[in-house]
C-alpha cells in the first residue's frame, strides 16, 4: 500500500506487559494509544489477550468487532478489513484478540506476520499482552522492539514486574518503566513504596507514573480512555508519557517535586 | 489548625516508618531469591559439584549436606552445611586416625630394645632374661 511521507518509516512496535495482572496493562495500552493519536501519530492497538479480550471494552469499541487477530493470522479476511477505527479519534485503531479461541490458537511467528501487515501504515503499534509469562506473553513480546513494564507500588506487583524484566530483556527488548496507581500521601505517610523506591529495585528507566484516580474508573465504565478528559490527572500523565515516546524531555512529577500549591489544591481537595 | 498549618508546611522527607520498611525489605528477600533463580535441576547439579569438591578433602555424609539462604540486615548469604567426618589425606586417599594421647607401649618397646639388641651381640648370656622381662611386661 502506498504509504504518505510520514508513515514511510516503519512503526515502533510496543508491548505493554506486567506479569501480575490487573495491575492497568489494558487501561494503559488503550489511554497512552488514545494520547499518542491525540498528538498526531497513527497509533494501532493489539489486543494480544486471545480468549479475554478487553482492550475493545476500555476504548467503548466492543459493537463494532467483525474479525480479529486470529482471523488475520488464518488468512481469514484482509488485514485491513480487521482493524476498527475509533469513536474519538481517526489516528487511532484497534485490531481486536478473538474470544473463543485460546492462547495456543497462534504462534510467535503467526503474530509476527500479522504485525508485518501494519508496520508501513502507522507509527506506533501498542501490543496489549494477557497476564503471566507464558505462550500468550510470548506471542504478545513476539514482534516488539521495546516493552513498557507496567506495576503498581506493590510487593506482588514488583515482584513479578522484575521477573518480567528479566525475560523481556533476554528477549533484546528495551525496557520502560510505568508506576500506576501511586498514592502520594500514602508515600508521606510511610504506608506505600515511592516512586523512587520501586525504580531503585527494578532498575529499569522510568517512562511515566499515574497516580490513584477515580476518573480511570468513570472512563473505563463509560469507555472513554481517560485522555479525552482534561480535568484528569491521571489523562495528564498519560499525556506526558505519550510525548516522552515521542522523544519531549517531560519532567517526572514526584511526590518531592509536586509544587506548593499543587500540594495545597490536593489537601483542600481542589 | 495547627495541624492543619504543619500538614500544609510539612517537608517532603518521606517516611521510612510505617508498613513501607516491612514491604521493601521483604521485597528485598524475594527478589533475591528470585533473581539468583537456581531451578530444581540447576540446584541439583549445584550440590551434587559442591559435593565432590568437598569429598576431595574431607570425608562427610552426603545426606546431611544442606543449601539455604540467609537473610539479614539487607544482606543475603548463601550457607552451605557440611557435617565432616574426618579428614582425607589427598595424597594417600587415605584416612588419618586421630593420634593416641600419652606414651605408647610399642614407643617403649622400641626404644629399650634398641640397647638390648646391641648389648645381645656383646654378651648372649647377660641379655637374654631382660628381653624376657619386657615380653612379658608388653
Excluded at chain 1, 531503585?200 to 472513554?224: Q, T
Excluded at chain 2, 544482606?75 to 557435617?83: D, G, R, Y
Amino acid at each position: 500500500m502506498a504509504g504518505q511521507s510520514n508513515k514511510r518509516s516503519e512503526s515502533q512496535v510496543i508491548v505493554v506487559t506486567s506479569g501480575k495482572g490487573g495491575v492497568g496493562k489494558t487501561t494503559t495500552t488503550a489511554t497512552l494509544g488514545a494520547a499518542l493519536a491525540l498528538r498526531g501519530k497513527r497509533t494501532l492497538v493489539i489486543d494480544a489477550d486471545i480468549g479475554l479480550r478487553n482492550l475493545d471494552v476500555i476504548l467503548g469499541l466492543e459493537n463494532r468487532i467483525v474479525f480479529n487477530l486470529v482471523d488475520v493470522s488464518k488468512e481469514v479476511c484482509k488485514p485491513s478489513q480487521a482493524i476498527i477505527k475509533s469513536k474519538k479519534s481517526a489516528n487511532l485503531y484497534l485490531l481486536p484478540a478473538s474470544q473463543t479461541d485460546d492462547k495456543d490458537v497462534v504462534s510467535e511467528d503467526d503474530v509476527r506476520r500479522v504485525i508485518d501487515n501494519y508496520r508501513q501504515e502507522f507509527h506506533f503499534i501498542l501490543v496489549d499482552s494477557p497476564a503471566g509469562i507464558e505462550q500468550g506473553f510470548r506471542n504478545a513480546c513476539a514482534a516488539a522492539d521495546k516493552a513498557i513494564i507496567v506495576t503498581t507500588p506493590e510487593v506482588s506487583a514488583i515482584r513479578d514486574a522484575d521477573r518480567v524484566v528479566g525475560l523481556v530483556s533476554a528477549k533484546g527488548l528495551d525496557t520502560l518503566l510505568i508506576i500506576n496507581r501511586i498514592d502520594h500521601d500514602l508515600v508521606k505517610r510511610g504506608d506505600m513504596l515511592s516512586v523512587k523506591d520501586v525504580q531503585d529495585i527494578l532498575g529499569i528507566e522510568l517512562l511515566g507514573v499515574v497516580e490513584r484516580d477515580d476518573s480511570i474508573i468513570v472512563a473505563a465504565n463509560c469507555g472513554e480512555p481517560v485522555v479525552y478528559n482534561p480535568r484528569s490527572r491521571a489523562g495528564q500523565s498519560f499525556d506526558d508519557i505519550a510525548r516522552r515516546l515521542c522523544g519531549e524531555k517531560i519532567p517526572l512529577v514526584t511526590e518531592n517535586n509536586l509544587g506548593f500549591w499543587s500540594r495545597l489544591s490536593k489537601r483542600l481537595g481542589v | 489548625m495547627v495541624g492543619f498549618l504543619k500538614k500544609l508546611f510539612s517537608g517532603s522527607a518521606e517516611g521510612d516508618s510505617g508498613s513501607k520498611a516491612a514491604a521493601k525489605s521483604r521485597l528485598h528477600f524475594v527478589l533475591v531469591q528470585d533473581r539468583a533463580g537456581l531451578s530444581s535441576d540447576e540446584l541439583a547439579r549445584f550440590k551434587k559439584e559442591m559435593i565432590e569438591v568437598i569429598e576431595r578433602y574431607f570425608v562427610i555424609d552426603p545426606h546431611a549436606f544442606d543449601v539455604s539462604y540467609k537473610h539479614e540486615q539487607q544482606l543475603t548469604t548463601l550457607q552451605i552445611n557440611s557435617p565432616i567426618l574426618v579428614r582425607r589425606l589427598e595424597s594417600s586417599k587415605r584416612k588419618i586416625e586421630a593420634p593416641q594421647v600419652g606414651p605408647s607401649k610399642g614407643e617403649a618397646k622400641t626404644e629399650v630394645t634398641n640397647p638390648e639388641i646391641k648389648g645381645k651381640d656383646a654378651s648372649k648370656s647377660a641379655t637374654i632374661p631382660k628381653d624376657e622381662n619386657i615380653a612379658s611386661a608388653g
